[in-house]
């Protein structure tokens, strides 16, 4: 018993010891305790890197060696789809350059079936990015054409059937920096073993590059050298915009309405590409905007433009303003080698495309030992280099300065023709030639359609999320037709009147309505707590009223004796709706459209005009016997409505008193790319020009087709600026008309109602012409509205000279019909049809 005790004290003592040396290691000063303490943690560190690694290992080898190959090889017994192209974008968001022109050539001239799947690569969760492979897998097992622009583990899996044809157009053009297996024994590169485990370029039927020269280097990446006869000297697809005079001149336009002190000086564009691995790309910060100006502010702008994977980019001074611009977000990288005089560059590719233009090139080369160590080039980078290696700014001023002397065009050309030589302006078409033969033709539309469509794929929805939705809609539009049609054995009762609300309708617009059709029986969608309960109310109604196309009008055919009304959205139309959008007539959610349309038109529709132009006939789904009646709209009425403004202004200035001192501009806007960087550089000009004369409130509305950025608009501390970023004054843009002594928008519709208040507007459409491209639109606001500005100055001037003369002009052509009593005159035509 005794020899158990003093066991049981001796290990007590040891315990003790351990827990003093341990709290004397972590805390004590003493150098040695430190440098232990440093060691543990590298091993913990290093144990648990390894645990990690191994982890990811299994879970990488079990999904691509077993469960995605098992999955692929039983969806693909199913019978190829002869009209059907995958695209797949592994990083970002949207349709990139690389295949945008393959993507609309197909939408515009051919009827096909056009998935696209994008991947996230480096932006998502695991858990998220399975599912997107699983996707992506499981859509491409009955494609007839797979289109890629980069590699992935994945692409192995998929494209082993001998129907489908597999394309990939890479993203760059020539040959720079290595990739792939070209990286096996540099920093930059995965390990030799998980290369060779895990290749990331399966079956490729046409791999397209820019010229022969580059040929082995592709195949020394794909590690093809055995086999590299589907990598062809088509050209790069991406190249044809920069034989095109028009995309030249809209460039120079879109350029001049951001930055207009760029006209009638040079142009010199710096663009390096990032430092570090994908996940963490970083910029360069180490040319100093200051001295470029201080040199060349007389001559030349400064355009910066960073790589789309880094997140923080460094920032331009204020003071260099008028000589730099960072167009990151504005002008995509195409615009810019258009227009540039001299491109400043490091190792980008970018290169390339720029010496089609056969104009001076800078590499600024300042960390060039460290990054031919991290990542390598094909060429010896001193040899290859059609221009200057820059070290320090001084040498590039230096070189700029003296340019004329020093500019051997002979060398860019040779380089040109070395590594760009099938690059002419029409390899798009060849490469579609290749691709698809005549096999596609039988799919050729009667008329090709108008416009651009690259824009439309959603990145936030998987395709198998889409047809999971798509089938449960097609289950419930059964039953609730069903259910719809049982209820029309009764009669329609002409006391009967059903909103279409939904949960985000405004409450002040549905108090209106509720109030404008009180001698009626109303009531809203939202009053029901089924889909079932609601359309046998509809069954019963003699009027059912909406201003957007509710989903439940997917489900059920109205009856004859039903009349469905449009109370309006918008004061006046300028998107296009319904199954004439570019959605429907590209085919792009074919399968949705085509199974779960909107079968319901317009019996008649609320219009601000009794100039009937064609605007509602080609914005809206109406029937033949459509009556149009120009009576205003919902909208319109809420704008007019004196006590509705009176109490709106009341609580918008006990929010921000000095609105009750100054005069205050209104800023409603659309978010989109760019907007940020040019919204800042405008209120700083205004800030200077006006002083304190104005008060700013920034409000905006909607956003463009996959625009995720949710950050503050506004970068400026001043205390006479406002963004309303959510919604804190504005519940309706009604609110913020209230308090407005000059408005200014761009491309929203509900801006337009502030000229029923004769309030100043102006319209600053700086990107109007790329913008323009991506809306689905029946016309634009210029068409119908002069006052359109397309630059910071031309805005200042025109506040400066009280200059807003299309408002008025507007009001009585477009919207003479509105008096704030829509609602009261739609109540009264009701009760004249059904008595």
Request: glycine content about 4%.
């Amino acid at each position: 018993m005794n020899i158990f005790l003093i066991i049981i004290i001796i290990v007590l003592l040891l315990i003790v010891c351990a827990f003093g040396v341990l709290v004397w290691l972590l805390y004590s000063d003493n150098a040695f305790a430190k440098k232990r303490v440093t060691k543990i943690k590298k091993k913990v560190t290093t144990i648990n890197t390894k645990i990690i690694n191994k982890r990811n290992f299994i879970g990488r080898y079990v999904t691509r060696k077993i469960l995605f190959p098992i999955i692929y090889f039983f969806l693909s017994k199913k019978p190829v789809k002869d009209n059907k192209v995958v695209f797949v974008e592994t990083k970002y968001n949207e349709i990139t350059p690389s295949f945008q022109n393959i993507f609309n050539k197909l939408v515009k001239e051919y009827d096909l079936e056009l998935h696209s799947h994008f991947f996230k690569d480096g932006k998502i969760t695991k858990k998220e990015a399975l599912v997107r492979y699983y996707d992506f897998i499981r859509d491409s097992a009955d494609a007839k054409y797979i289109i890629e622009n980069d590699g992935s583990d994945i692409f192995p899996i998929t494209g082993k059937r001998k129907e489908t044809k597999v394309l990939n157009t890479w993203h760059g053009c020539g040959a720079f920096k290595k990739f792939g297996y070209s990286t096996r024994e540099l920093v930059f590169g995965d390990t030799p073993k998980n290369m060779d485990r895990f290749p990331s370029y399966g079956k490729i039927d046409l791999f397209t590059v820019s010229s022969d020269e580059v040929r082995w280097a592709y195949a020394e990446a794909m590690n093809k050298k055995d086999n590299d006869s589907f990598i062809k000297a088509t050209g790069v697809s991406r190249t044809d915009v920069f034989f095109d005079k028009e995309f030249i001149e809209k460039a120079f336009e879109h350029l001049y309405s951001i930055m207009p002190s760029a006209k009638d000086k040079k142009i010199i564009l710096y663009s390096p590409t990032f430092r570090g691995r994908v996940k963490t790309a970083i910029m360069p910060d180490m040319l100093d905007v200051r001295m470029f100006m201080d040199n060349f502010k007389d001559e030349y702008v400064l355009i910066t433009k960073h790589h789309p994977l880094v997140k923080n980019r460094p920032k331009i001074p204020a003071e260099c303003s008028d000589f730099a611009r960072d167009l990151t977000n504005s002008m995509s990288i195409e615009e810019l080698l258009c227009i540039s005089d001299i491109c400043i560059s490091d190792y980008s590719s970018l290169i390339f495309e720029y010496s089609l233009f056969e104009r001076p090139m800078l590499f600024y080369a300042f960390d060039l030992d460290d990054y031919d160590d991290w990542r390598g080039f094909y060429y010896s980078y001193d040899e290859f280099t059609p221009g200057p290696i820059c070290t320090n700014n001084e040498e590039m001023i230096d070189y700029i300065k003296n340019i004329d002397e020093r500019f051997d065009v002979e060398k860019v050309k040779a380089f040109k023709e070395k590594f760009m030589g099938a690059c002419d302006g029409n390899s798009t078409q060849r490469i579609m030639k290749e691709l698809f033969g005549g096999d596609i033709e039988k799919y050729r539309r009667e008329k090709p359609l108008e416009g651009i469509y690259d824009y439309l794929p959603d990145s936030k929805i998987t395709m198998h999320h889409k047809e999971k939705v798509l089938r449960k809609s097609l289950a419930k539009k059964d039953e609730l037709t069903r259910i719809y049609i049982k209820e029309c054995e009764n009669e329609v009762n002409n006391n009967f009147v059903t909103f279409l609300d939904t949960d985000k309708t405004n409450l002040f617009l549905k108090n209106n309505i509720k109030k404008s059709f009180s001698d009626f029986d109303i009531k809203f969608a939202t009053d029901y707590t089924s889909d079932e309960e609601l359309v046998k109310r509809i069954a019963r109604s003699k009027f059912v009223l909406a201003i957007t196309n509710h989903e439940i009008l997917k489900y059920i055919q109205l009856r004859n004796e039903t009349k469905l009304i449009h109370l309006g959205d918008c004061v006046i139309p300028i998107d296009v709706k319904d199954e004439i959008s570019k959605n429907v007539i590209s085919n792009i959610e074919a399968e949705s459209i085509k199974k779960l349309p909107f079968i319901n038109k317009y019996d008649a529709i609320l219009t601000s005009s009794d100039n009937n132009d064609g605007t509602y006939e080609t914005a809206y789904s109406l029937k033949e016997d459509c009556v149009l009646l120009p009576y205003g709209n919902c909208w319109s009425d809420l704008v007019l409505d004196v006590n509705y403004l009176r109490n709106a202004k009341l609580r918008i200035t006990q929010l921000i008193p000095t609105l009750r001192e100054k005069e205050t501009i209104v800023f409603m806007l659309t978010r989109r790319e760019g907007l940020k960087d040019n919204l800042n550089s405008l209120i700083s000009s205004m800030l200077e020009t006006f002083k304190d004369r104005f008060a700013y409130v920034i409000v905006y509305s909607g956003s463009t087709p996959n625009f995720t950025d949710k950050s503050m608009l506004i970068e400026i501390e001043s205390d006479l600026v406002f963004e309303d970023n959510k919604s804190t004054i504005h519940k309706t843009y009604a609110d913020v008309f209230s308090v407005a002594d000059i408005v200014i928008g761009d491309y929203g519709t509900q801006i337009l109602a502030s000229t029923l208040l004769d309030k100043p507007l102006l319209l600053w459409e700086y990107d109007c012409n790329s913008y323009n491209e991506k809306r689905d639109i029946s016309r634009t606001e210029a068409e119908m509205f002069k006052d359109v500005v397309k630059n910071n100055e031309q805005l200042i001037e025109k506040i400066q000279n009280n200059d807003y003369g299309s408002s008025k002009e507007f009001k009585e052509k477009y919207l003479n019909a509105c008096d704030g009593n829509a609602l009261k005159k739609a109540n009264k035509w009701m009760h004249d049809l059904v008595n």
